[in-house]
């Protein structure tokens, strides 16, 4: 939006005693130093506080723009003393602060237990821990009497442990007899999806899988953290059109553009997803500071400067524009190819 809105905004609303940046991809903090700018302007006594990935990978970047407050990971302590409020923290997001709310987000855990190389999500959560399953009922519950029909699961791991915690809330879920649709965003470790799970997901409401990939290379996958072989990849896909799921709703990730792309071999691994009649689709990859992969990254470009993070740069660095773009041109194709065949 162009800044005369957000300064509007500031007029019309203000005055603020803090305001609260949260951060999220490292390249995007041009537009935060935008809206520092902004607030300084407008409201020059309010104190600013940012939070988030760019403020936890780029600590130091960030000291730069000028903010008040800088809180890195997941540590709100320094936050609740520097603004001097006890929090109630079983209190759901404010979802009420949108004039109109068409979808949401919900959350059963935080955190990975895998390791991947090229992951950012290690680096922020120190370990795998699930939130208390009452909290995410209401969160659930709150969104939909708000109207909201879509609702996507934002967790790293909605997965592991299943029978702890994804299972009993869809069990929940269909005790209270809540309808909604559901959908996985962030990418599924597909090695977890079993037949009776598949079944649940699919009776609850679940309407798009989009299962983590990256690379059919066994090769790679060892290299990078063993998320998941092609023969889980077809089990999983095999148990969710078993019951019931749209292949066309069914999605693989693959990375394009990581610095191993010697051993990778995008072009098959996009054609073996392809193979078992589900869709496919490349996400660009970012050099993440202080993840394995993101380290090697430094014989490319300047990992202090977080415009060289971005996901768009960084694969035609690596592969070049032409290459970068016949392989999306290509996934594009298969995934045609795919809903040709469904229509005949």
């Not at 992951?119 to 939130?131: I, L």
Request: charge should be neutral.
């Amino acid at each position: 939006m162009p800044r005369s809105i957000f300064k509007d905004f500031l007029q019309q609303k203000g005055s603020f005693d803090f305001a609260l940046i949260q951060t999220t991809m490292t390249y995007w903090y041009e537009g935060i130093k935008e809206v520092i700018e902004d607030i300084r302007q407008v409201w020059p006594s309010s104190k600013i506080i940012l939070g988030g990935n760019y403020v936890t990978f780029c600590k130091k970047h960030a000291e730069n723009l000028g903010a008040d407050l800088l809180v890195p990971g997941t540590n709100l302590e320094p936050l609740w003393k520097y603004i001097g409020i006890e929090p109630d923290l079983k209190q759901p997001a404010l979802w009420q602060a949108y004039e109109k709310l068409n979808v949401g987000i919900v959350k059963l855990s935080e955190g990975c237990p895998f390791k991947c190389t090229y992951c950012s999500v290690p680096k922020v959560y120190s370990k795998f821990k699930a939130r208390p399953l009452e909290r995410s009922l209401a969160e659930l519950e709150l969104l939909v009497n708000f109207g909201v029909q879509n609702i996507a699961f934002y967790d790293d791991a909605l997965l592991f442990e299943a029978e702890k915690v994804l299972s009993p809330f869809l069990n929940e879920v269909i005790k209270r007899n809540i309808k909604v649709n559901l959908h996985t965003p962030n990418g599924l470790h597909a090695r977890f999806i079993t037949k009776r799970l598949a079944e649940l997901m699919v009776q609850v409401g679940f309407k798009t899988f989009y299962l983590g990939f990256e690379s059919a290379s066994i090769q790679w996958q060892r290299n990078t953290g063993a998320k998941v072989f092609c023969d889980e990849l077809t089990q999983a896909v095999e148990h969710l059109i078993s019951a019931g799921a749209e292949p066309a709703n069914i999605t693989a990730y693959q990375i394009l553009g990581h610095p191993h792309i010697d051993t990778q071999q995008l072009e098959i691994t996009m054609r073996f997803a392809n193979s078992l009649g589900i869709r496919g689709t490349l996400a660009d990859f970012s050099p993440i500071p202080g993840t394995p992969d993101g380290e090697y990254c430094r014989k490319w470009v300047d990992m202090h400067e977080p415009l060289m993070h971005s996901k768009t740069a960084f694969p035609i660095i690596m592969l070049g524009f032409d290459e970068s773009n016949r392989l999306k041109d290509l996934q594009r194709k298969l995934n045609r190819m795919l809903s040709n065949q469904k229509v005949h």
